[in-house]
Nanobody, 122 residues
Framework: QVQLVESGGGLVQAGESLRLSCAASGRTFSGYVMGWFRQAPGKEREFVASIGGSGDTTDYAASVKGRFIISRDNTRNTGYLQMNSLKPEDTAVYYC???????????????WGQGTQVTVSS
């Protein structure tokens, strides 16, 4: 089992930045791919970014590429999502998730945090 807890969400204005954190406990964090997903009201949960267990491989959704940066610190069992140049359309609940394998489909991920709200005002 892997337990995940997100933090760092909040209300910001368009163009500002936020950094989300995902604290993991349980099994060896470095053995898991970590993903970030988001879900806006009335929409399906969508892939945002993922990072391999060692941090050497990353993947981003086209909508956030160049603005968001995913990273992880396995010594702290923590993953991060740095979100820059935020837009109102980035408003959503953001979830971190863990899985043994790479993927963009949320159904592939076994472990989920409770989510943190990010609201971007125009």
């Amino acid at each position: 089992q892997v337990q995940l807890v997100e933090s760092g969400g909040g209300l910001v204005q368009a163009g500002e930045s936020l950094r989300l954190s995902c604290a993991a406990s349980g099994r060896t964090f470095s053995g898991y791919v970590m993903g970030w997903f988001r879900q806006a009201p009335g929409k399906e949960r969508e892939f945002v970014a993922s990072i391999g267990g060692s941090g050497d491989t990353t993947d981003y959704a086209a909508s956030v590429k160049g603005r968001f940066i995913i990273s992880r610190d396995n010594t702290r069992n923590t993953g991060y999502l740095q979100m820059n140049s935020l837009k109102p359309e980035d408003t959503a609940v953001y979830y971190c998730a863990a899985n043994r394998y790479y993927g963009t489909n949320p159904r592939m991920y076994d472990y989920w945090g409770q989510g943190t709200q990010v609201t971007v005002s125009s």
